[in-house]
């Protein structure tokens, strides 16, 4: 097998994998703060202890945890036409989509951060006379992120990786880019190499920086 | 927007129906219709997307424990220390690329370049693919698992004159497995979902049958509706016999893993 990776040059990068690459890192920060404001929405709907606000939110949390990623996208892809009424790209689906489901994973790693901050700090929040949104916003919360911190950059590596999975549906992301360009040239399987190569060093030197400052952060127990 | 499941038990090539809803399934014993239904087909497709599962995640705790192992090896030696280079590397590699584009090179690139694995059928580039990809995350909570024993644990075992071979087979491994059990239950549930990229490299499991029933008969609620009930069935069952090991494999006396899961 002879591989030839000379067709890979700058030319290339702005006309087929610029685009892709945007959008996959787009959508990523897109759904990472989505996903962790309405993740954070659903983990004190659980932790409120009014049934009306935890039932649906553990349900939803549970259902998106137990479905692939590739057939929420499909879902989403097929159900969102008929509740906005009118057809919406394979990109802004996948924006809805992927804000949808990592709520759900977000969610359960704020769960955990809440759920990790000694029981003191609540109780000295209401002895200054907190109210509970009070309590929540300037005292446990701030802590919780803190330490949430690495685990949550993690879960954006694994979120960008799962980026990739928007090929169901067809939106033009960074693996899609490879794809075209692969298919452009003739080139399939240096294509493919190069995708590989290219998410590994992405994901690689995220998950370095991920370390640092896992070692930076933890300090409040 | 109608909404009729029986379009699960219409036959997949004439506008005809099961009375039973299967066809071929039952074909033998003379009831149903000649044909396969809709419903033949998603149990087929669930079949594959079992099999594709259960082989990913017996060699994913194959290779997972074995490189998780290596990772914790003691010894200061040329072998030693490139042994937990390698391992390291490993587990690198195959958590920092996506699970789709891994199963892209298994399907696309490497039997090129490994010429016997091209009569090697999809499917099972798919479980190599999946068990690859979730061997790495098993490896780091194989070796979290031991590096959480105490030390003792493996003093003892060389006090009593075990080799390292010995000490990690009866001492070490049979407590780290019995605590990453709840970790290994996300790791199972994990790799029947990932095996949803299998529709990829068309191996016809359910996330395949959901996109081609969905073009074919533009019936697509009822078709995904039908495997996420399929996909929460399995997710649930492997979540129930991973706890039912759990319990089996607890050794009285012995509060190594807190009954409470995560689930």
Same mark, same amino acid.
């Given at each position: 097998?002879?591989?030839d990776?000379?067709?890979?040059n700058?030319?290339l990068f ?9 959008f996959s890192?787009?959508?990523t920060?897109?759904a990472?703060?989505?996903g962790?404001?309405l993740?954070?929405?659903?983990a ?6 009014q049934?009306l606000?935890?039932?649906p939110a +553990?349900?939803?949390?549970? /259902?998106?945890?137990?479905?692939? !990623?590739?057939?929420? $996208?499909?879902?989403?892809? *097929? %159900?969102?036409p008929s509740?906005?009424?009118k057809s919406?790209?394979?990109?802004l689906?996948a ?5 949808a489901?990592e709520?759900a994973?977000?969610?359960e790693?704020?769960?955990a951060?809440?759920g990790?901050i ?5 109780a000295?929040?209401?002895a ?9 916003q300037?005292i446990?919360?701030p802590?919780?992120?803190r330490?949430?911190?690495p685990v949550?950059m +993690?879960q954006t590596?694994? /979120?960008?990786?799962?980026?990739? !999975?928007v090929?169901? $549906?067809?939106?033009?992301? *960074? %693996?899609?880019?490879f794809e075209?360009a692969?298919?452009n040239f003739?080139?399939p399987?240096e294509?493919?190499?190069l995708?590989?190569?290219v998410?590994f ?11 640092k ?9 | 927007?109608t ?8 036959s997949?090539l004439?506008?005809e ?5 299967f ?7 003379l009831?149903g219709?000649n044909?396969?239904?809709y419903?033949d087909?998603?149990l087929?497709?669930?079949g594959w ?6 082989i990913?995640?017996i060699?994913?705790?194959i ?6 192992t ?11 220390r490139?042994s937990?280079y390698f ?6 590699l195959?958590r920092n ?12 690139v ?10 090697v059928?999809s499917?099972?580039?798919v479980s ?14 194989v ?9 003792g ?7 009593l004159?075990?080799?390292t071979?010995?000490?990690y087979r009866f001492v ?7 605590i990453i ?11 029947v ?12 499991e359910l ?9 074919e008969?533009s019936r ?6 039908a495997?996420?009930?399929l996909y929460?069935?399995t ?8 706890g039912i090991i759990e319990?089996?494999?607890r050794i ?10 995560a689930?």
């Open positions: 097998m002879e591989l990776f000379s067709f890979y700058w030319d702005k006309n087929f994998l610029q685009k892709g690459l945007l890192l787009q959508l920060l897109v990472t703060v989505g962790i404001v993740g954070t929405i659903l004190l709907m659980r932790l409120s202890g049934k606000l935890s039932t +553990t349900w939803y949390v549970n /259902l998106m945890r137990s479905i692939p !990623l590739v057939m929420v $996208i499909l879902w989403f892809f *097929l %159900l969102m509740i906005i009424g919406i790209g394979a990109e689906s924006y809805i989509t992927f804000i489901f709520a994973f977000f969610s790693i704020v769960r951060g809440i990790s000694a029981k003191g700090q609540t000295a929040g209401q200054l006379g907190l109210s509970y949104s009070q309590n929540m300037y446990v919360l802590q919780a992120f330490n949430m911190i949550l +993690t590596i694994i /979120l960008f990786q799962d980026t990739s !999975l090929y169901a $549906i067809g939106a033009y992301d *960074l %693996l899609k880019g075209v692969g298919k003739g080139r399987i294509a493919y190499l995708a590989a190569v998410y060093l992405i994901c690689f030197s995220l998950s370095r920086v991920v370390r400052i896992q070692s930076k952060v933890a300090i409040i127990r | 927007m909404f009729d499941l029986s379009i699960l038990c219409k997949t004439e506008e129906y099961s009375p039973i809803c066809g071929e399934t039952f074909q033998p014993l009831i219709i044909d396969q239904t419903l087909w998603l087929k497709a669930w997307t079992l099999s594709v599962s259960i990913g995640l060699l994913a705790l290779i997972g424990i074995s490189i998780g290596l990772r914790t090896l003691p010894g200061k030696s040329l072998i030693g490139s937990l391992a390291n590397c490993w587990v690198e195959f690329i996506p699970v789709l584009v891994q199963v892209f090179l298994w399907y696309h490497i039997p090129l370049m490994l010429p016997f694995l091209k009569s059928p499917y099972l580039l190599f693919a999946l068990a690859f990809f979730t061997s790495a995350r098993i490896a780091e909570q070796k979290a698992g031991i590096q959480s024993l105490p030390r644990q493996h003093a003892a075992a060389m006090a004159g075990l080799s071979y010995q000490s070490i491994l049979p407590m780290a497995l019995r059990i709840p970790p290994l239950t996300s790791e199972a549930m994990n790799i979902k990932n095996s949803s990229v299998a529709f990829a490299v068309s191996v016809s996330t395949m049958f959901a996109m081609q029933t969905q073009e008969t697509g609620i009822e078709m995904y509706l495997v996420t009930v929460v069935i997710a649930f069952s492997v979540n129930r016999i991973m319990r089996k494999t009285p006396g012995l509060l190594l893993s807190s009954p409470s899961g689930h």
